[in-house]
């Protein structure tokens, strides 16, 4: 009864604003010793207003007189509290956010660059594995034409002198093959594309594999089903692609090669498939084994030669000249490689 409601309400309003609040507010008289409220406006939220911290005592003077309490509440504070930190929250989480990408981005960046190390080191110990080897056997014939009791031998030096014209020939084989991956890889080539049968080509390779494997006590099979074997290819990298894939098929058998290289139609393709019973490869290592440096790994063994860059030489050239390569293997059992190519003239024969 000592404070109006009116003016009550009209006091809270100023003091509110003064404090820059413009929230919709109720309010309340809270009593002692009962514990009731003896105001509450609006009247639904006398429960909130009960539970209400936010009080101030009403009439601190009156030592004697029951203790009265001015109890505020906000119905809408949570909502304004929201509104109130969104921006920094929003940014916030917006930071977060690029902080977890950047760190995921850092990460995967490692992995890789840790990989091409891996890589790179790989190619590089093969590289001094290949040229050690030659390098070694000129240094031999050399210090052998320069002994005295050579250098008046012709037959000697004839024989030595080939020997290093030899390995000489297979170092700059090397160079050349690791150059035209550059060239490949930044497509400064040029393909000289004609039509050619790939039968031809692949007797010529097949004949001259036969004789290495022939030696390991194997044998090289052909099976030429395909009806239309011509197809348009730069005759020279096709050749060097068949011969890389019968290669490795003599390379990574360890005991008698068993090679079967067989062609036939299907839906405008010439499909070449090169298979061997060799050492085969993991599951987990078939999907990279088409990339630049990349061989299978052996551990510290080198009985198997190369630089890992055979494979990706051939999918670059396969796709340059419209065509598709794959791999099948399985571990211990041997290796399928498989070309397809257009035909010339897009016959849609049965095959396989």
């Known amino acids: 009864k000592r404070v109006k409601p009116a003016v009550l309400d009209s006091?809270?309003?100023?003091?509110?604003?003064?404090?820059?609040?413009?929230?919709?507010?109720?309010y309340g008289v809270f009593a002692e010793p009962d514990s009731a409220l003896k105001l509450a406006q609006p009247a639904k939220y006398g429960g909130q207003l009960l539970a209400s911290d936010l009080r101030a005592r009403l009439f601190p003077a009156d030592i004697f007189s029951p203790r009265h309490d001015l109890v505020l509440f906000f119905p809408s504070r949570s909502v304004f509290l929201l509104q109130q930190i969104w921006p920094q929250l929003g940014a916030t989480i917006v930071?977060?956010?690029?902080?977890?990408?950047?760190?995921?981005?850092?990460?995967?960046?490692?992995?890789?660059q840790q990989r091409v190390s891996v890589l790179m080191t790989d190619f590089i110990n093969n590289m001094t594995h290949e040229f050690k080897t030659p390098i070694s056997t000129v240094a031999l014939a050399v210090e052998a034409i320069l002994r005295p009791d050579v250098i008046s031998r012709r037959e000697k030096i004839r024989r030595y002198s080939g020997i290093i014209m030899?390995?000489?020939?297979?170092?700059?084989?090397?160079?050349?093959?690791?150059?035209?991956?550059?060239?490949?890889?930044?497509?400064e080539y040029e393909l000289h594309v004609m039509s050619v049968d790939a039968h031809e080509i692949l007797q010529?390779?097949?004949?001259?594999?036969?004789?290495?494997?022939?030696?390991?006590?194997?044998?090289?099979?052909?099976?030429?089903?395909?009806?239309?074997s011509v197809i348009k290819v730069d005759p020279m990298h096709f050749t060097n692609t068949i011969n890389n894939l019968l290669d490795n098929a003599n390379k990574y058998s360890p005991d008698a090669p068993r090679i079967l290289v067989s062609t036939h139609n299907i839906d405008g393709m010439l499909v070449i498939r090169i298979t061997d019973n060799g050492i085969?490869?993991?599951?987990?290592?078939?999907?990279?084994?088409?990339?630049?440096f990349y061989r299978v790994p052996t551990g510290n063994v080198h009985n198997v030669k190369g630089f890992g860059l055979g494979l990706s030489y051939v999918k670059l050239l396969v796709t340059a000249m419209g065509g598709e390569v794959g791999m099948n293997s399985k571990f211990g059992e041997g290796t399928t490689a498989e070309l397809k190519i257009p035909t010339e003239n897009g016959e849609r024969g049965t095959g396989n």
């Open 11 to 26: 006091l809270l309003r100023t003091s509110l604003r003064d404090a820059g609040i413009s929230l919709d507010y109720a």
């Open 95 to 112: 930071f977060m956010v690029i902080i977890a990408l950047s760190f995921v981005y850092t990460i995967r960046t490692i992995i890789q």
């Open 166 to 187: 030899e390995e000489n020939g297979r170092m700059r084989k090397q160079v050349e093959k690791i150059l035209q991956m550059a060239v490949l890889e930044r497509g």
């Open 204 to 228: 010529k390779a097949v004949e001259g594999i036969a004789l290495q494997v022939e030696e390991r006590k194997g044998t090289v099979t052909c099976s030429y089903e395909a009806r239309s």
């Open 280 to 292: 085969g490869i993991r599951a987990e290592d078939l999907p990279k084994v088409f990339e630049r």
